[in-house]
């Protein structure tokens, strides 16, 4: 069974910078794509960016272009998302999903898998 667990949320001012993990368990993820996606209240769950987890090859929502960065480590098991020049905007709840058929989607239905999140707040 996989199991995702992020960590790294947390209160910070605009413009500063956080970190997040997702350390994932329970298989081996060669032909997964991992993806990140933040909900905010009262608004739909959105898709930020996504790794394929064999090549590497990062995707990102235009409005974090420039400003997130996706990796992952093979030899931890884990996702990482760096946020620099957090806006106020970015604030959600930010959730780590997996899908086994390694295709870029930006749909939350499709993912199988999801961690419990973690809250982000950026303060004006």
């Known amino acids: 069974q996989v199991q995702l667990a992020e960590s790294g949320g947390g209160l910070v001012q605009a413009g500063g910078s956080l970190r997040l993990s997702c350390a994932a368990s329970g298989r081996t993820f060669t032909t997964y794509i991992m993806a990140w996606f933040r909900q905010a209240p009262g608004k739909e769950r959105q898709w930020v960016a996504a790794?394929?987890?064999?090549?590497?090859?990062?995707y990102y929502v235009d409005s974090v272009k420039g400003r997130f960065t996706i990796s992952r480590d093979t030899a931890e098991n884990t996702v990482y998302l760096q946020m620099n020049s957090l806006k106020p905007e970015d604030t959600a709840v930010y959730y780590c999903?997996?899908?086994?058929?390694?295709?870029?989607?930006?749909?939350?239905?499709?993912?199988?898998?999801w961690g419990q999140g973690t809250q982000v707040t950026v303060s004006s």
């Open positions: 999903a997996a899908d086994p058929r390694g295709i870029l989607n930006p749909y939350a239905h499709d993912y199988d898998y």
């Open positions: 790794i394929k987890w064999s090549s590497a090859t990062t």
